[in-house]
């Protein structure tokens, strides 16, 4: 469309015309549900970095029953706070903020989950492979995943690498570099920085992924489409790896057949349509195949189930 191409083209004449002295103006998106100290951390977080960029706090709040809210409006009274009834899911609470967000003047949105402990100079890193990029590429068709690790150093989440296995859909685990950006296909949404124009070419997270899978969804989108998806070098937080318990997962041992079908559906599962929506846009032919393979454990005799 000619008048998005001139509008794309305007704001990125602005930035570089302001390289110096500019203060790059990021919408942060968080979704938040009854962990008050853990998302109040990360709102000081951010505040912390506001004397070199402009931030805005988009929160959702999804139903927190612990005061989350009025703790964040007391600690950032410019945060904008969106309220959810508790069933927005990860996926779904970022598709609502995110939302709201496309309506301000700003140069690009972070995604950052709540849990995320950012390193002092997290942000401040961000804006400058922001700024780096804009300048050497001309263009901002480019997106920033940043890693984090656990508190005894390890790296919990980072990019990742898509794998055209036939039997299974593989994306395979990228650590970050010490020094450089590394080209990756898809990532961990903890910690994103989403320029404006891709979000003009390619759009937002897709709705459909009500927890996990949008993340992931979205890297390959824009890896398709040609936009440069980079892993920042280092970590940039402490994050410690949500680990769900084999046993308790919906392929356990010891579950009857009825309560495994509960949990494969419910969001923090692996719910058919959004495991059927990825595998039928990124797994090609092999999509019926991928699609199948990780509800094997539905229909294993139990001894042969994982434990």
């Known amino acids: 469309m000619p008048e998005q191409t001139d509008r794309r083209l305007a704001r990125l004449e602005v930035r570089r015309s302001n390289t110096e002295g500019a203060c790059l103006r990021i919408a942060v998106l968080i979704t938040s549900h009854s962990r008050r100290a853990t998302t109040l951390r990360a709102v000081s977080a951010v505040r912390a970095a506001g004397s070199t960029i402009d931030l805005q706090i988009v929160l959702l709040d999804d139903g927190s029953t612990d005061g989350t809210a009025l703790a964040v409006a007391a600690t950032d009274p410019d945060a904008i706070i969106l309220r959810g009834d508790g069933n927005a899911f990860w996926n779904g609470g970022l598709y609502r903020a995110w939302s709201h967000a496309l309506s301000l003047e700003v140069d690009a949105f972070l995604w950052l989950n709540d849990d995320v402990a950012l390193d002092a100079d997290a942000l401040q890193r961000l804006a400058a492979s922001y700024q780096e990029l804009t300048s050497a590429r001309g263009d901002e068709r480019f997106i920033l995943v940043g890693a984090t690790r656990n508190t005894t150093g390890a790296i919990t989440y980072s990019g990742k690498l898509y794998r055209p296995y036939p039997f299974s859909f593989q994306l395979d685990f990228v650590p970050p570099d010490a020094k450089n950006l590394c080209a990756v296909d ?39 489409r040609g936009i440069a998806v980079l892993l920042m070098p280092q970590t940039l937080g402490v994050c410690e790896a949500n680990v769900r318990s084999r046993g308790k997962a919906f392929g356990g041992r010891d579950l009857s057949l009825r309560e495994q079908w509960r949990l494969v559906n419910t969001p923090k599962g692996l719910p058919f349509r959004d495991w059927w929506h990825i595998t039928r846009l990124y797994s090609g032919k092999w999509f019926l195949l991928h699609f199948l393979i990780p509800y094997r454990w539905l229909v294993l005799p139990r001894r042969f189930r994982r434990s």
């Not at 320029?195 to 997270?205: F, L, Q």
């Open 186 to 224: 898809a990532f961990n949404g903890n910690i994103v920085l989403v320029p404006r124009a891709v979000v003009d070419e390619i759009g937002i997270n897709d709705p459909l992924f009500r927890h996990g899978l949008g993340d992931y969804e979205y890297g390959l989108r824009a890896s398709r």
